[in-house]
T-cell receptor, first 115, second 115 residues
Framework: DVKVTQSSRYLVKRTGEKVFLECVQD?????MFWYRQDPGLGLRLIYF???????EKGDIPEGYSVSREKKERFSLILESASTNQTSMYLC??????????????FGPGTRLTVL | AQKVTQAQTEISVVEKEDVTLDCVYE???????LFWYKQPPSGELVFLIR??????QNEISGRYSWNFQKSTSSFNFTITASQVVDSAVYFC????????????FGTGTRLQVFP
């Protein structure tokens, strides 16, 4: 079974704090993704990575950065959290695109509240 | 531009009813992939199905069936004899061959099945 885990299910932080969200996958997937989910907006891609130390901006990268030092781990960083970053954050992983195995598999999500 | 529309925000049914969740997509690519995911209250997105644009055969998996019609750009999902455990938010998503790493999600349909 594919397993994608996220470090916290719920997180409460204060405005201006630096926040780290961690994601680990155990399927040796090359690709990893960070999304945020907001009511009425569906899932929006923040960043993705197709290899160690490689990253690509998604649709809404502003206010976020990422780190991928090891293949199995992909971190999302909020340098200075703001209230409009209160959201559900979902991590996903997949094999490279183009084949039947490129389906993205998701973690359980981290619900972040910024006060 | 690519887009996925799930016009039904919320649907409520009583157990054993059949229910269809609509998904309409837009893309300029001739090769693309369509997905359905289920998000139960626990939060994790669960992969249900992946179809490519060249395969218009309908698919059935137990109580779930999918109707893919290129002529109307639709990929609808039907649950037969719904059960309380089917209560979840369902997302339809699209990826295009030129950029299959990117999933474009609809805004989701919340299905509530009452006993």
């Amino acid at each position: 079974d594919v397993k994608v885990t996220q470090s916290s299910r719920y997180l409460v932080k204060r405005t201006g704090e630096k926040v780290f969200l961690e994601c680990v996958q155990d399927m040796d997937h090359e690709n990893m993704f960070w999304y945020r989910q907001d009511p009425g907006l569906g899932l929006r891609l923040i960043y993705f990575s197709y290899d160690v130390k490689m990253k690509e901006k998604g649709d809404i990268p502003e206010g976020y950065s990422v780190s991928r030092e090891k293949k199995e781990r992909f971190s999302l960083i909020l340098e200075s959290a703001s209230t409009n970053q209160t959201s559900m954050y979902l991590c996903a992983s997949s094999f490279p695109a183009g084949g039947p195995t490129d389906t993205q598999y998701f973690g359980p999500g981290t619900r972040l509240t910024v006060l | 531009a690519q887009k996925v529309t799930q016009a039904q925000t919320e649907i409520s049914v009583v157990e054993k009813e059949d229910v269809t969740l609509d998904c309409v997509y837009e893309t300029r690519d001739t090769t693309y992939y369509l997905f359905w995911y289920k998000q139960p209250p626990s939060g994790e997105l669960v992969f249900l199905i992946r179809r490519n644009s060249f395969d218009e055969q309908n698919e059935i998996s137990g109580r779930y069936s999918w109707n893919f019609q290129k002529s109307t750009s639709s990929f609808n999902f039907t649950i037969t004899a719904s059960q309380v455990v089917d209560s979840a938010v369902y997302f339809c998503a699209l990826s295009e061959a030129r950029n299959t790493d990117k999933l474009i999600f609809g805004t989701g349909t919340r299905l509530q099945v009452f006993p």
